[in-house]
């Protein structure tokens, strides 16, 4: 079945010591998402990839940071993690970026500072 | 004002009953409406998508959409214990595919 697979499910990490989360899909979408949820909060979109174009959101931090490699991965790097940064991120993509299409979302890697 | 606004809950409901949530938008210029389900610890499925004015079923669940109010609603009929889960409102930013979520409004179906 076509799907969007996230890597790892949970992840722990010590303050200040960078992480990376990873994200693969077999849906061959043009557009991949990063979002982060915290606890009873709505999903906040940190950037997103249209094919290689990055697109950050106005408010993410500097210390979070995305790459794309191919069409099928993207990864979400996040250089020095504060316990704040303790959530939900869930990647999601989207066919091609056009008004009323569906988003899909992987599993999610739930993220524990230490 | 916070782009999407949903009825804060929790709400809960008896099984076979119907359940009612809402959701309000800031961007009169959207276009696209989603409503997810979100289990507890479960990233965001789909349920529900409309695109224009008035009435879309889809089993037991009824999406609304009013443009002129800047209002959606979801309700589903015959509740179960599984539709116990948090349900989310997303509407695409006017002239972007973006989504904008709401916090959510968490459904409990009690036996």
């Known amino acids: 079945d076509a799907m969007v697979i996230q890597n790892p499910r949970y992840q722990v990490t010590q303050f200040g010591k960078p992480v990376t989360l990873s994200c693969s899909q077999t849906?061959?979408?043009?557009?991949m998402y990063w979002y982060q949820q915290k606890s009873s909060q709505a999903p906040k979109l940190l950037f997103h990839?249209?094919?290689?174009?990055?697109?950050n959101e106005a408010d993410t931090p500097d210390n979070f940071q995305s790459r794309r490699p191919n069409t099928s991965f993207c990864f979400l790097d996040i250089r020095s993690p504060g316990l704040g940064d303790a959530a939900m991120y869930l990647c999601?993509?989207?066919?091609?970026?056009?008004?009323?299409?569906?988003?899909?979302f992987g599993p999610g890697t739930r993220l524990l500072v230490l | 004002q916070k782009e999407v606004e949903q009825n804060s809950g929790p709400l809960s409901v008896p099984e076979g009953a119907i359940a009612s949530l809402n959701c309000t938008y800031s961007?009169?210029?959207?276009?696209?409406f989603f409503w997810y389900r979100q289990y507890s610890g479960k990233s965001p499925e789909l349920i529900m998508s409309?695109?224009?004015?008035g009435d879309k079923e889809d089993g037991r669940f009824t999406a609304q959409l009013n443009k002129a109010s800047q209002y959606v609603s979801l309700l589903i009929r015959d509740s179960q214990p599984s539709d116990s889960a948090t349900y989310l409102c997303?509407?695409?930013?006017?002239?972007?595919?973006?989504?904008?979520f709401g916090a959510g409004t968490t459904v409990t179906v009690r036996a």
């Open positions: 999601a993509t989207s066919d091609k970026g056009q008004l009323k299409e569906t988003q899909y």
């Open positions: 849906l061959n979408h043009n557009v």
């Open positions: 990839y249209y094919d290689k174009d990055f697109n």
């Open positions: 961007d009169r210029g959207s276009q696209s």
């Open positions: 409309i695109y224009s004015n």
């Open positions: 997303a509407v695409n930013r006017a002239n972007d595919y973006k989504l904008s």
